[in-house]
Structures are given as structure tokens and as C-alpha cells.
């Protein structure tokens, strides 16, 4: 039975981070990477789309003790966690979805989503995106940190076997449901270009690949770090092998 994309990481919240950190391949590279895209600025702005516990936070307060940090999740129990690590820190924790939520206009010098975004079709994110970039003031930027599919055909599989899940199951379309349908990059790209209305050679202006060779073929994803619609992409490699829905998310 699918859970509700709350319920689902609320119910795995014990030993969450060790999950994160210990299983998914290059997880100890892509945390700090991320963070370290981030704005240093004293007082400096930043929304996390899905912060979950806030491990990219762990990294990034690290590195800014005073930024700002607006953190959205649907899922509460994830955000009680985060609260209670970081209790010196301004932090504005809103549960709820970051396709309901308005984030305001010109309000954060970047934004940044690490392993969230994957659940969800480019349709979708396209105006996310233009919410999210009409939420960056002048010069901001937004990070992005998350699996992708390695193939078209992945990525309709994907879909298509959630499709056939939520009509089995019955389930509502009003409600997100946990089930991992990552988009390829070249998807995501498309999405950020409509949104960003910018250039694909301004995406990727710098290009480094970390790709590897994989034993889980079937599910070979990726990395992908996206700066701000301008700026280096860096592609990390994973495999994986995995069961949907199961213990890897
Ligand atoms: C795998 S966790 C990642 C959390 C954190 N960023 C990290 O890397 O550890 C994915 C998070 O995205 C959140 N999420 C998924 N869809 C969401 C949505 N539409 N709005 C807000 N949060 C969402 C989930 O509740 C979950 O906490």
C-alpha cells in the first residue's frame, strides 16, 4: 500500500539520517557540495523545498551561522526534528506542500532542494519553478540536489507504475502519495528553462561529469546540482538497488 508522502518519511523518521548518509551513494559528497553552493552572506536568505530533518542544513549552518532559513515539508514530524537540532537558529519551519505555499516575491538570495523533487512530473514542476523564480530577488539562485532517471522509458515506467498503483489502490488524486518517479535530466532542464525563460546554454555553461559505471542497471540514476538556472551542473553517480516504495527514498 503507497503512503502519504508525510506519513511515509514521518514513519521512517528513526534513523532517517543515518539512512541518507549511509545508503545512498555519494551522500557524504552531495550534502556538503550542496552547502556549500550556498549563499555565505551574513544574514543571507535561503528557502529548502523539502527539508526534511535538514541534513543539507546541518552542512550549510556550518558554513553561515547567521542565514535566514525558510524550510517547507509536508511532513511534521521531520520538521519537529529539525526544530529541535538547530534551536539557536532563525529558522521559519512551514508544514505544508511547496506547490500550495507561497514563498512571496524577491524574497531569498537562493533556494535550494535536495532529494525531494523527485517524486513529481515536469508538468508540475513547471510552475513551481516560476513561483520559485519570481521568490528569488535579483541575483538569486536556486540549487538543486536529486536523483534523475536515466532514460526516457525509465522515466515513463516510473510514472506509469505509480498510475497503475493509485487505481489499484484507489487512492485520491488530491494527495500526494510516497513513490519515487524521477524525472530525466533533460526533463528537469526543460522544466527549469520554461520556468527560468532563460537559455539552455546558461544551465549548462559548466559541465562536469562524475559519471561511473553501474551494477544495478535498471536503476541507474543520477545527481544533479543546478545552479540558480546559471552555473555549473555536476552530475553524481549512484547505483542502487531498490524496491519502490521500500527503504530507499
Ligand atoms: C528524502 S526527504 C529529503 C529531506 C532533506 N532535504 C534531506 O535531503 O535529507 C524528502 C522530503 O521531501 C518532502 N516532500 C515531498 N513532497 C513534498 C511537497 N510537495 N511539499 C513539501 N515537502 C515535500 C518529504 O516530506 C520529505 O521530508
Redesign the pocket.
Known amino acids: 500500500m503507497l503512503e502519504k508522502?508525510?506519513d511515509?518519511?514521518?514513519a521512517r523518521l528513526d534513523g532517517?539520517?543515518d539512512h541518507?548518509l549511509s545508503t545512498i551513494e555519494s551522500a557524504r559528497e552531495f550534502?556538503p557540495f550542496t552547502a556549500k553552493c550556498l549563499p555565505t552572506a551574513e544574514g543571507t536568505y535561503v528557502l529548502?523545498?523539502?527539508?526534511?530533518?535538514?541534513?543539507?542544513l546541518d552542512e550549510f549552518f556550518a558554513l553561515n551561522k547567521t542565514a535566514k532559513v525558510t524550510g517547507?515539508?509536508?511532513?511534521a514530524g521531520?520538521l519537529d526534528a529539525l526544530q529541535k537540532k538547530f534551536s539557536g537558529k532563525d529558522i521559519t519551519l512551514i508544514n505544508?506542500?511547496?506547490?500550495?505555499?507561497p514563498f512571496g516575491e524577491e524574497k531569498f538570495d537562493a533556494a535550494v532542494?535536495?532529494?525531494?523533487?523527485h517524486?513529481?512530473t515536469k508538468e508540475e514542476k513547471i510552475p513551481l519553478y516560476t513561483k520559485l523564480r519570481a521568490a528569488l530577488k535579483s541575483g538569486g539562485y536556486f540549487i538543486l540536489?536529486d536523483y534523475f532517471a536515466n532514460s526516457e522509458d525509465e522515466e515513463t515506467r516510473f510514472r506509469q507504475e505509480l498510475l497503475q498503483i493509485r487505481k489499484e489502490q484507489k487512492l485520491s488524486d488530491d494527495e500526494?502519495y510516497?513513490y519515487d518517479t524521477p524525472l530525466t535530466v533533460e526533463h528537469e532542464k526543460e522544466a527549469l528553462i520554461v520556468a527560468g525563460k532563460c537559455l539552455e546554454s546558461s544551465i549548462l555553461r559548466t559541465f562536469l561529469s562524475l559519471r561511473k559505471s553501474f551494477t544495478a542497471r535498471w536503476r541507474r540514476w543520477f545527481y544533479l546540482t543546478n545552479f540558480r538556472l546559471i552555473g555549473p551542473i555536476r552530475l553524481f553517480s549512484r547505483s542502487l538497488s531498490m524496491k519502490q516504495g521500500g527503504e530507499v527514498?
Open positions: 508522502m508525510g511515509f518519511f514521518d532517517y539520517e541518507q550534502y529548502d523545498l523539502g527539508c526534511g530533518t535538514g541534513l543539507e517547507i515539508d509536508l511532513a521531520m505544508g506542500s511547496y506547490f500550495e505555499v532542494s535536495v532529494e525531494s523533487l517524486h513529481f540536489t500526494f510516497h527514498f
